[in-house]
């Protein structure tokens, strides 16, 4: 049966990472069917009638921002992404702008939104917005950041130079994928920050929900110790259940 | 016989009167016959455990941490599983409670990911379960214990994994099993053919379609990003010709050409 490739795959790794969300609620969240057959019928083939392409912004595809922009109308020009292999931005990385007014200026990536190549640098690459303009008041100027492309705009900065570099993911000899920069041959370390998810900034920071979740220590309590048993026979015994029933002779197929 | 079925309709018929018009006495009357333990639970709880503590029905934002994985799982022993299944189906009936009265009310409900959260880890409890099943019966059996699925041509003339069901007669016995091939013709029927060729005539054009697609996807995104990395491209595209991409003319970009 033919199998719909253009719903899957489409949000980048490192969004439904930062998302905290399982996957599978990031793709029901953004997605449109508006129609599917029935499934488990014989007559009905796998079909179903959905959007095909999204475009994908600065807005995460769980927000209702994102659905605005999506809207079942609204139809928008094909944007072209490089490929670009093995992603190597993260959050937290110091990179110099190679592009715009601030070209040579270096900062921190605030944001990544790897379904466009894009990196947000925090309070660069800036341009002025007016929000809340109305008759009677002038609105706030804000300044808000504009996503530059990983492949040209932004160059990682080599940590012993503190200059623009090339780079190459290369294996330590404990076995570990990390990040070379070619100027000096330095490690460019993964940063912290790119733990952080919207619900903590980092794993051991996350304050535990008292009523709903598992406590680590639990969580991580080893009680399996095995034995010759199906989980069934397992349970029974546990329950007192005994079952000399033999069954009859059955036939499958 | 006879007198028997209509003194057990009688007393029925007494009983449901007497029921309609005084329970309470009935119910304290015959209480060893009918009592049942619904709750298994320690406290008895009633239906208010379909739906979330009072304390979270105005919350616009309950979090909770992740689901279980597969790793967390294998090392918890049956009865654990058994309990965690059991937690995890109410928390979810709770869910799709909550959720459903958010939408009776036009409410938002809150983290909906959550469903989506338990969902996982009872799929990945059914996981564990399985394998622990699969890896005894393989020890004790040599096989899976598993379903037996096959590998068949459907009526239609397709391939198909049919789950074999259990019968409790031979199948050269069970006509009833057999007659809906007879009914419906064999796969080699010219109905089934005509249909096969035109269903390989429908894959032969999606297919062609979805290489055609790839193939002016790549020339525009060379005639767009010249230099960009080849093994990247080739690695997203297996199937597309570059080579054969970057001679077109689409591929060009708007400049003149050198030579």
């Given at each position: 049966?033919?199998?719909?490739?253009?719903?899957?795959?489409?949000?980048?790794?490192?969004?439904?990472?930062?998302?905290?969300?399982?996957?599978?609620?990031?793709?029901?969240?953004?997605?449109?069917?508006?129609?599917?057959?029935?499934?488990?019928?014989?007559?009905?083939p796998k079909a179903q009638i959905a959007r095909k392409q999204y475009r994908f912004t600065t807005n995460r595809p769980w927000t209702g921002q994102f659905r605005l922009q999506n809207d079942r109308n609204m139809h928008r020009k094909k944007v072209f992404v490089e490929p670009v292999g093995e992603w190597s931005f993260f959050k937290g990385d110091r990179v110099e702008i190679m592009v715009g007014k601030d070209k040579g200026k270096q900062g921190i990536i605030s944001q990544v939104i790897?379904?466009?190549?894009?990196?947000?640098?925090?309070?660069?690459?800036?341009?002025?917005?007016?929000?809340?303009?109305?008759?009677?008041?002038?609105?706030?100027?804000?300044?808000?950041?504009?996503?530059?492309?990983?492949?040209?705009d932004v160059k990682l900065v080599d940590p012993e130079t503190l200059k623009p570099t090339e780079f190459q993911w290369r294996y330590t000899e404990e076995g570990d994928k990390v990040r070379v920069s070619m100027?000096?041959?330095?490690?460019?370390?993964?940063?912290?920050?790119?733990?952080?998810?919207?619900?903590?900034?980092?794993?051991?920071l996350y304050i535990e929900n008292v009523e709903k979740d598992t406590t680590a220590d639990a969580a991580v309590k080893v009680t399996f110790a095995p034995k010759l048993k199906t989980f069934e026979m397992d349970i029974m015994e546990e329950m007192g259940i005994k079952e000399d029933r033999v069954p009859a002779k059955s036939y499958w197929y | 016989m006879n007198t028997a079925v209509v003194s057990n309709i009688l007393k029925y018929t007494v009983n449901r009167c007497l029921r309609a018009q005084n329970?309470?006495?009935?119910?304290?009357?015959?209480?060893?016959?009918?009592?049942?333990?619904?709750?298994?639970?320690?406290?008895?709880?009633?239906?208010?455990?379909?739906?979330?503590?009072?304390?979270?029905?105005?919350?616009?934002?309950?979090?909770?941490?992740?689901?279980?994985?597969?790793?967390?799982?294998r090392i918890k022993s049956n009865s654990d599983l058994h309990k965690l299944w059991y937690v995890l189906l109410k928390e979810r009936n709770m869910l799709y409670t909550m959720e459903h009265e958010c939408k009776r009310q036009t409410r938002l409900f809150p983290n909906p990911e959550r469903i989506d959260k338990v969902q996982e880890s009872m799929d990945n409890i059914e996981t564990v379960i399985r394998e622990r099943n699969v890896a005894y019966?393989?020890?004790?059996?040599?096989?899976?214990?598993?379903?037996?699925?096959?590998?068949?041509?459907?009526?239609?003339?397709?391939?198909?994994?049919?789950?074999?069901k259990e019968h409790f007669i031979p199948k050269f016995m069970n006509t009833r099993w057999v007659k809906s091939y007879y009914e419906h013709g064999f796969v080699n029927s010219a109905a089934v053919k005509k249909f096969m060729r035109l269903y390989k005539e429908k894959q032969y054009n999606v297919e062609r379609k979805a290489r055609n697609r790839d193939f002016n996807h790549v020339q525009h995104l060379l005639k767009r990003f010249p230099n960009m990395d080849m093994e990247a491209l080739k690695a997203e595209y297996p199937d597309v010709d570059i080579e054969k991409a970057k001679r077109t003319k689409k591929a060009r970009g708007h400049f003149m050409p050198k030579y």
């Open positions: 049966m033919r199998i719909y490739g253009f719903l899957g795959k489409k949000v980048g790794d490192l969004t439904v990472k930062y998302s905290n969300f399982p996957e599978s609620y990031v793709k029901r969240s953004y997605e449109q069917v508006y129609w599917k057959n029935p499934s488990n019928y014989p007559q009905y790897q379904e466009r190549n894009w990196v947000i640098v925090e309070g660069l690459n800036t341009h002025l917005r007016v929000v809340g303009k109305d008759k009677k008041f002038p609105g706030i100027t804000i300044q808000s950041e504009a996503p530059l492309l990983v492949t040209t100027a000096s041959s330095r490690i460019i370390p993964i940063p912290k920050s790119s733990e952080e998810t919207m619900d903590f900034k980092s794993k051991e | 329970v309470i006495k009935i119910a304290a009357a015959s209480a060893p016959v009918f009592k049942r333990d619904v709750h298994t639970t320690k406290p008895n709880n009633d239906l208010m455990e379909f739906f979330d503590v009072k304390k979270n029905w105005g919350e616009t934002n309950i979090r909770v941490g992740r689901g279980w994985r597969l790793d967390e799982l019966y393989k020890l004790e059996t040599g096989e899976t214990g598993e379903r037996p699925v096959e590998d068949v041509v459907n009526l239609f003339g397709l391939p198909e994994k049919y789950e074999k």
